[in-house]
Each structure stands twice: as C-alpha cells, then as structure tokens.
T-cell receptor, first 110, second 112 residues
Framework: TQLLEQSPQFLSIQEGENLTVYCNSS?????LQWYRQEPGEGPVLLVT?????EVKKLKRLTFQFGDARKDSSLHITAAQPGDTGLYLC??????????FGTGTRLTVIP | SQTIHQWPATLVQPVGSPLSLECTVE??????LYWYRQAAGRGLQLLFY??????ISSEVPQNLSASRPQDRQFILSSKKLLLSDSGFYLC???????????FGEGSRLTVL
C-alpha cells in the first residue's frame, strides 16, 4: 500500500492555538477520509470528502479536498486537549484500493 | 524492527467458498492484533481484535471468524463467503493497548 505524505509528522501546541495538517500525493483519489486514532483504540472516521474543492466542517475541524483530488488538509481552530491523537488520511483510488497517510501525531497541551 | 505481513494481497472467490486470510507480525512479542474491513466508499470497520493466543473479541456479528493459533499469527476465515463479504481487509497490530495501531498492506477480496 503506497503512502500519502502527511505533514507535520509530530505537532505539539498549546490549548487555544490553531493548526493545519496536510496530506499530499501524486495520485488522484475518488474519495479521501480523515481518521483520528487514540492510543489503544482503532481509528475513528471523522469525514469523507469526494468532490474536488470540497470543504466540510465538523465543529472546530475544517477539511478541504484539493481541486485535483490529490491532496487534502485538516484545520483545527482553537485546539483543545481532547483533540490529542493520531490523525490519519486515507485515500481511495478505485474499489478497495487504499493509500494510507503517514500520520500526524498531535499533542495539545492544557 | 517490527514488520507486519498479510496475504494474499488479492483474492477472487465464488459465493459459498471458504476464505482464509493470514497475517503475521515479526520483531515483537505478544502484540495486540486486529482485523479491519473497508467496504467501497465506507470507513474502516473493526471486525476482530486479540490480546493474546486464543483470545478473540468480535466487534460486529458477521459471516467471518478469526483465530490466533500462535502469538504473532492472526487468521481471518469464513466457511461460506457472501457477496457482501467483498472488501478491503486490513490486519493491524499494536505493541500494547496504549500504542497506536499499525496497519499491514491489506487484502482485496472480491466475491462473485
């Protein structure tokens, strides 16, 4: 399984700060999903984006799919300690053909 | 370093046939092991997890079963496949319950 490049790999910020995580690839995806994973648990689906240029908001989280459907970003506004975890992007290129991101480990310090 | 392998990578099976997907982890001992499935256009779904040999927990009722005959081996099986079993199956492991889950390369199953 090829990897999507995620950046940054590690991020430690203070509570209340904003942050953006990027997910880039040279491949075109039919859809892209963002997950959050906490220690000892499996990944939890946050959002699926399917249309180039699409923007979805989930409370303080904003997800954007690139116009060419090769990249995506996750922006968190006013981060809270509960946002701490591993954020993972997964691109789908055709039926059952998945590309996993390298993951971004976020720590929000109270 | 630790590695995870699963096979076969691609499988096409007729309805009613049996299934066996295998997963092994190297370079560690007593890992937590997981089987996930992603159906087309849907998110990752946890099917089974195991914290030790012979210990299997099932997250959802289904046509599949899992076994852990050895410490670093996890097997996903079915006696009779259904069309709805088609999907992308991922084996994963973690060193302990406080660590992140790391994924294998996946197996694409198509049931015809």
């Amino acid at each position: 399984t090829q990897l999507l490049e995620q950046s940054p790999q590690f991020l430690s910020i203070q509570e209340g700060e904003n942050l953006t995580v990027y997910c880039n690839s040279s491949s075109v995806f039919s859809s892209l999903q963002w997950y959050r994973q906490e220690p000892g648990e499996g990944p939890v689906l946050l959002v699926t984006v399917v249309t180039g240029g699409e923007v979805k908001k989930l409370k303080r989280l904003t997800f954007q799919f690139g116009d060419a459907r090769k990249d995506s970003s996750l922006h968190i506004t006013a981060a809270q300690p509960g946002d701490t975890g591993l954020y993972l992007c997964v691109g789908e290129a055709g039926a059952n053909n998945l590309f996993f991101g390298t993951g971004t480990r976020l720590t929000v310090i109270p | 370093s630790q590695t995870i392998h699963q096979w076969p990578a691609t499988l096409v099976q007729p309805v009613g046939s049996p299934l066996s997907l295998e997963c092994t982890v190297e370079g560690t001992s007593n890992p937590n092991l997981y089987w996930y499935r992603q159906a087309a256009g849907r998110g990752l779904q946890l099917l089974f997890y195991s914290v030790g040999i012979g210990q299997i927990s099932s997250e959802v009722p289904q046509n599949l079963s899992a076994s852990r005959p050895q410490d670093r081996q996890f097997i996903l099986s079915s006696k009779k496949l259904l069309l709805s079993d088609s999907g992308f199956y991922l084996c994963a492991w973690s060193p302990n319950r406080d660590s992140m889950v790391l994924f294998g390369e996946g197996s694409r199953l198509t049931v015809l």
